[in-house]
């Protein structure tokens, strides 16, 4: 039975009141986080990164032949004038008259003969590689870490009984990726850099060094060799200009120019400053570099280690999660992996895998830098597998389901950023190929916001929702900051123009008098049409009417927070009321993933699109317990077919159970993520690497913490049951309201609730509802002791 109180009446098992916790305090409570090994990552799967949001690299920690692998966020080929529109409204009518009277296989395949580009598909690409060839012996006492703490790699070990160290990190305060190599040996230590970059489909990079004797500078473009345009053959096709400079400065012994480097003999302790810049950010982009470093040797390396730290702890500091059971970090952290992966229980390595997708969104996208690809930033290849792109249909959003929750909303801004270009771009789109009014973007796009349909296959390329899904980010945003001026300037006016066009997309379904999307498809999945064959395109589906109905409410709440009541917010209330609906339960008791209940050729399909509406949307919650009911049998239906493999799928998994409120299910995929989705260095097998899978691990534990999407706070909804003690501090609810929690034997001990204005909020826990009403900055504490109410 519900039991509902008032904070204010004085109970024997409550207490309330204010505090404030000193910074000295909260200093205290930030324990040191660690990845450590005991040897050099023998591929790249095991370097460590690091990052500023838009330099970053991949450490390998070798003493004898280093391996420091490059990258910037903005080495793409391509440009922003390489097409927008193909197709035609005569060619949508043609392939919705096939779909209406049941040629849905010619439909496939027209709808990516009229409307996909077919090229090759353009990629981020790596900036090089530095290498440190060292002129020494074997090592001992080796050891390289990661300090999620302080934002850096640092590998130290002896040779000959002396101390070497080498630490890098990649600072947004100074914008460079600095090397400190440091010896104690009074001989110092002798060894060459070099600097370099893989063929760009057979095009070299210039590497030089400079006269200076400290300088090396690689410059180039970054090319696509082959591929179509426009349908016309090209062999080389334009992109981003760049330029790289390596310093070094050092305190003793000797420097000299060699092939592709610098020779340094009998140094002892060396700084070496990478910059880069490129066409993207500025048309003088080697002046840019030649500033930087200007400013790099007007001050000392103690500084630029110190600006970056405070500036990376300024964002990571805000947010910690202690579960106890520390007493593993004795091991190295693949070892712990190992014992996990053989069902060892270790809880404190989610908590640092929990720290580490903060870690990385916070050194992958920062204020004025690109968005997290599907590898972050850090990216090995000329031709990246799936072009390090971003992807639409659930990739690129999942980068993004933590920022606001984990109180790093900043890091939000990139994805903005892009989709304002996408918005831009779509607008043409929508008009010419599609003959409306608004905004489209399809399932894939890149650094020069495309918005067009490019695939090889209907059901994954020609999807039509990727910008109608980013469009929930704008308003959630919202949500959670209460930035009235982002609402209006950004938020709005990107909502509306995607409101815009489906309000002209939408067609009259004759059969039943709603409004239906078509045509649709459900991403990368398929469906037996008629005659037992798979096929994608169809007459509506569940996700598409779900993003849609969605974008509507959306646009009408904002809409009302703005005050705006006029023709447009008219069409939308009546479109939205006559919409198909995007939730319906079939015959077996599952949520329709289509029109109709088709027969499935793929029954565990990592794609679980149709429950949008519980997670990331809002619209399935336990207040409708039917619903409730037909989203766990969707999801167990896909496990029991050999569903959710490793990557974003399973962390989607963990997010889709902590909204069903079962702790149960929490605490089996966050093993069972920990189990098959980890490389040793902790980053996401999809395989191979992806980033979004440990994006959507960390925003899964803080919705198993957390939930403020149903217009209240749910503390602790899905526990799991393992994790019996701990603290989290510095979680965001929506509303802007900053949440402390501590538990004690899997039962809520002490709640603290700090909110930027003076509002009333509902509170929910267990069997617990209250009426919290926050004072402006004031932190509220309500402590319950551990007995039966």
């Not at 499935?600 to 990592?606: A, L």
Request: net charge negative; proline share 4%; hydrophobic share 35%.
């Amino acid at each position: 039975m519900k039991k509902t109180f008032q904070l204010l009446i004085l109970c024997p098992f409550i207490l309330f009141f204010s505090c404030k916790t000193t910074t000295k305090e909260q200093e205290n409570l930030i324990p040191e986080q660690v990845l450590w090994y005991t040897s050099p990552a023998e591929n790249w799967d095991n370097a460590l990164p690091v990052g500023n949001g838009r330099l970053g690299a991949m450490v390998f920690g070798n003493p004898i032949n280093e391996r420091i692998q490059l990258n910037e966020d903005s080495m793409w080929s391509g440009g922003p004038e390489w097409g927008n529109s193909k197709g035609t409204p005569k060619d949508l009518a043609e392939i919705r008259n096939l779909i209406k009277t049941g040629n849905v296989h010619l439909a496939d395949s027209l709808i990516v003969e009229r409307f996909s580009y077919k090229w090759v598909a353009r990629s981020h690409q790596t900036m090089g590689d530095l290498f440190i060839n060292f002129d020494t012996k074997e090592p001992t006492n080796y050891k390289r870490e990661l300090n999620l703490n302080n934002a850096f790699t640092e590998a130290s070990y002896k040779i000959d009984g002396f101390d070497v160290s080498q630490k890098i990190f990649s600072s947004a305060a100074d914008d460079v990726l600095v090397v400190k190599i440091s010896t104690t040996n009074p001989n110092g230590l002798n060894y060459k850099l070099l600097l370099s970059r893989p063929d760009d489909n057979g095009h070299k990079t210039v590497v030089v060094s400079t006269p200076t004797d400290n300088t090396i500078k690689m410059n180039g473009m970054v090319t696509q060799y082959a591929g179509m345009v426009h349908s016309i053959p090209v062999e080389v096709a334009h992109g981003v200009k760049f330029e790289t400079v390596l310093q070094v400065q050092n305190n003793s012994g000797t420097i000299q120019q060699i092939e592709g480097g610098l020779s340094l003999k009998n140094v002892s302790d060396t700084t070496i400053y990478i910059v880069c810049n490129t066409s993207f950010y500025f048309d003088n982009y080697e002046e840019k570099n030649s500033e930087a470093l200007q400013k790099l040797n007007a001050t000392t390396y103690k500084a630029i280690l110190n600006n970056h730290i405070k500036d990376y702890q300024n964002l990571f500091n805000r947010t910690t999660l202690d579960l106890g059971n520390h007493e593993l970090d004795s091991l190295p952290t693949n070892e712990r992996l190992t014992l996990v992966k053989e069902g060892k229980e270790d809880i404190d390595l989610s908590k640092k895998l929990f720290d580490y997708g903060r870690y990385l969104l916070i050194s992958s996208s920062r204020y004025g830098t690109n968005p997290a690809n599907l590898q972050g930033i850090w990216n090995e290849h000329i031709n990246a597998p799936w072009n390090a792109d971003y992807h639409l249909n659930i990739n690129l959003q999942m980068n993004y389901w933590l920022a606001d929750v984990t109180n790093l909303s900043e890091c939000h801004e990139p994805l903005f950023d892009l989709t304002d270009r996408l918005i831009e771009r779509g607008k043409i789109l929508a008009k010419e190929q599609y003959g409306m009014n608004g905004t489209v973007a399809h399932q894939t796009t890149d650094i020069w916001g495309a918005p067009w349909m490019r695939a090889a296959k209907p059901y994954w390329g020609s999807w039509i929702h990727g910008g109608g899904w980013i469009a929930q980010h704008y308003w959630e945003h919202f949500r959670f900051t209460q930035d009235t001026v982002f609402l209006r300037e950004r938020a709005y006016p990107a909502i509306k123009a995607y409101a815009e066009f489906y309000a002209d997309w939408l067609v009259l379904d004759e059969r039943d008098q709603t409004l239906i999307s078509t045509p649709e498809t459900s991403p990368e999945n398929s469906y037996l049409a008629a005659d037992g064959k798979p096929a994608a395109v169809s007459n509506g589906n569940a996700m598409g009417h779900q993003i849609i109905g969605e974008v509507f409410d959306n646009a009408l709440a904002s809409a009302k927070i703005l005050g705006i009541d006029d023709d447009f917010t008219k069409n939308i209330k009546e479109k939205r009321a006559q919409l198909h609906a995007g939730i319906k339960i079939g015959s077996d008791g599952r949520l329709m993933e289509w029109d109709r209940e088709y027969d499935e050729p793929e029954k565990g399909h990592r794609h679980i699109s149709h429950l949008y509406a519980l997670h990331p949307g809002d619209d399935i919650t336990s207040e409708n317990p039917e619903l409730f009911e037909a989203a766990k049998k969707t999801i167990q239906y896909r496990l029991d077919n050999g569903g959710a493999g490793p990557g974003w799928s399973r962390a989607w998994i963990i997010n889709f159970f902590a909204r069903l409120l079962d702790k149960n299910a929490v605490e089996e995929n966050i093993n069972l993520f920990m189990q098959r989705s980890l490389y040793g260095n902790l980053l996401d097998v999809h395989p191979p690497f992806q980033i979004d899978g440990n994006f959507g691990f960390t925003a899964g534990v803080a919705e198993a913490l957390l939930q403020s999407h149903e217009g209240f706070l749910r503390i602790l909804p899905a526990l799991p049951d393992n994790w019996k003690n701990g603290t989290i501090k510095g979680l965001k609810a929506r509303g802007n309201i900053t949440v402390d929690i501590v538990w004690k034997d899997g039962k809520l001990l002490k709640l603290t609730l700090t909110s930027i204005t003076d509002e009333s909020v509902k509170v929910k826990y267990d069997a617990i509802e209250t009426d919290v009403l926050l004072v402006k900055n004031v932190p509220y504490i309500l402590n319950l002791h551990l007995k039966k109410i």
